[in-house]
């Protein structure tokens, strides 16, 4: 049931009877070669570099939009392609540049910081109480100090109880001995004194603890707008790839089906081959037998 025609290097299965299915032999070997040489070297499609696997970034794996921008600068690229992770990262930085300055307007300091980091993979989340206590001098600590021990219990306590012994101290030993005596004039200078430079140094405190806090907040700032970027790059890699993946199981599922009847049609022609064969074996039982065999009834499946 099988012929082969070296000329035509064509092999035709089913010798003519039916739909035959055949396979260019060239074709298939210089396909094979063609698979294996593209798989031993890559070659970037932009720089002609060549590239090695794990460098390597299939064009066809990139989420639309990237690809729609890279394809804008250089229109002869294909799907089948490969670029470096370099050229990749180079572009998506533009890419968000762009799409940034679309949507805010010129792009600030923190922005491009925020854009470099994504070209770079770099991490801007920082520990800004490390940073700032690296930096501060012996009149900031000492400023720290005073406002944390000035805002606390402690420091109302033992005041109060100063004042309490002062005061009593003096009404206890009478008028005319006392160092302060009634209304404690000495006490309300020194009360004065205490609040007069207390409240500069707390307010230098807490404009550190300002400056500070601007420090943290511009660093959330990036981080999250980095991490918006980053989840808007993952929801379109996402989507792309799930696409993707529906079109190969639909390929998948059609080749399935066709293969399911390419098997039927083989199945119909081995039931007609065989009912021919019982055929010409009855007739000839017939023949030379000398008493004729009444025909077997055609099979149920037929």
């Known amino acids: 049931m099988t012929e082969t025609d070296p000329a035509e290097g064509i092999v035709d299965f089913d010798a003519g009877e039916g739909e035959a299915a055949t396979v260019e032999m060239d074709d298939y070997t210089k396909s094979l070669a063609q698979a294996k040489a593209k798989s031993v070297k890559l070659v970037d499609a932009i720089t002609g570099a060549t590239l090695k696997k794990k460098d390597a970034v299939h064009f066809d794996d990139l989420r639309p939009s990237l690809a729609e921008f890279v394809r804008q600068k250089h229109p002869g690229i294909r ?3 490969y670029i470096s992770r370099k050229a990749m990262d180079d572009y998506r930085a533009q890419y968000i540049a762009e799409l940034l300055t679309d949507e805010r307007g010129e792009l600030s300091n923190l922005e491009d910081e925020v854009v470099e980091s994504l070209k770079t993979h770099d991490t801007l989340a920082e520990n800004i109480e490390e940073d700032y206590e690296d930096h501060r001098s012996i009149g900031d600590r000492m400023a720290d100090t005073v406002a944390a021990f000035g805002g606390s219990w402690t420091f109302i306590i033992s005041f109060c109880l100063f004042l309490a012994v002062w005061m009593g101290i003096n009404l206890a030993i009478g008028e005319k001995n006392a160092f302060d005596a009634y209304p404690f004039i000495l006490l309300n200078l020194i ?15 807490q404009r550190r603890q300002e400056a500070k806090d601007r420090l943290r907040a ?14 808007r790059h993952l929801h379109e890699k996402v989507d792309h790839l799930l696409n993707r993946q529906w079109e190969r199981l639909t390929e998948i ?5 066709e293969m399911m009847l390419e098997q039927a049609k083989a199945a119909t022609r081995a039931l007609k081959v065989s009912k021919a064969s019982k055929v010409k074996t009855n007739a000839l039982k017939n023949l030379f037998g000398g008493k004729p065999k009444a025909e077997e009834p055609e099979d149920s499946a037929e």
């Open 253 to 257: 599922q059609q080749i399935q089906i």
């Open 218 to 231: 511009l660093n959330d700032y990036k981080v999250n707008l980095k991490a918006e970027l980053e989840i």
């Open 79 to 81: 799907s089948d392609d």
């Open 191 to 205: 009360l004065s004194t205490i609040a007069a430079l207390q409240a500069p140094i707390i307010m230098m405190s």
